[in-house]
């Protein structure tokens, strides 16, 4: 990593900065710096969310869970895919037909399997090759969007989750101030505390998951792009070689 004019690298200023930072507020009355360690602090944290932790920690590692699976599965099939476009069409460039059969035949790809769909029923005319090739499209389409409902019901299911743990953070308050008989701060601050940490948990795991899914549709529908162009040309070419012969 190059250095700056300065000499210092520029990781190394952000944590500069990051540590100034940190000291200013510290500077500020009511913000001390914690005596407990990070650890310490996410254990307490963890204890302090009260029981609805368990299905907000199950929707953080579902979560997790399917965007690395998706992104690995999205990656690989994006690579296959522009792959055996580039080829298929140099093939169909030079007319190669049965060989472009043969490839896409061999080749566990989503555009391989449609153009596949496509060219085994070239000679049958160009109507019966785009109800294959359509046909078979909605299929490749179902497997490439399968775990972001997933996706969508978390970043949904965990605000309502967050939510849920606010109403009942502040039915323990209410509960402590009817037993006690009177109001006081240390009588409610502990149902307030799950309300806001429940909340808190809970839009922490949709933005991300929000994000994730968003980025999953955008790749998908690129990739579909590259699929409909390419199955396009091909459409295009069996045309081009049915007029010949018909001529």
């Known amino acids: 990593m190059r250095a700056n ?17 940190y000291g200013a507020l510290l500077q500020i009355p009511g913000l001390d710096a914690p005596d407990a360690t ?8 963890w204890g302090d969310t009260g029981f609805m932790r368990w299905p907000l920690a199950f929707c953080l590692i579902l979560g997790i869970i399917v965007i690395i699976w998706k992104f690995i599965d999205l990656t690989t099939k994006s690579g296959r895919t522009r792959k055996i476009l580039k080829e298929v069409d140099e093939l169909l460039t030079q ?23 496509g060219l085994e029923r070239y000679e049958e005319g160009a ?10 499209g909605l299929i490749e389409m179902s497997k490439l969007e399968k775990g972001l409902v997933v996706l969508a ?23 402590s101030i009817e037993a006690a008989g009177e109001v006081e701060a240390t009588l409610v601050a502990g149902g307030i505390k799950v309300a806001l940490l429940t909340t808190a948990a809970g839009l922490m795991i949709a933005i991300p998951v929000s994000i ?20 396009q040309k091909m459409v295009d070419t069996l045309h081009a070689i049915e007029a010949g012969r018909a001529g």
Do not use: C
């Not at 004019?5 to 930072?21: D, F, I, M, Q, S």
């Not at 007319?95 to 769909?117: C, F, G, V």
């Open 38 to 45: 990070f650890g310490e602090q996410l254990r307490q944290l």
């Open 5 to 21: 004019e300065n000499g210092k690298k520029p990781w190394l200023e952000v944590l500069l900065l990051a540590t100034r930072l």
């Open 127 to 136: 109507d019966r090759v785009m109800k294959a090739i359509e046909n078979q």
């Open 153 to 175: 019901t978390l970043t949904n299911i965990a605000p309502l989750l967050g939510f849920l743990g606010t109403v009942i953070g502040m039915i323990i308050a209410f509960q």
């Open 95 to 117: 007319r190669r037909i049965r060989e472009a059969l043969e490839l896409t035949r061999d080749t566990n790809a989503p555009a391989a399997k449609i153009l596949y769909a």
């Open 212 to 231: 994730g899914h968003n980025y999953f549709v955008a790749r998908i529908d690129s990739l579909v792009v590259d699929m409909e162009e390419s199955a």
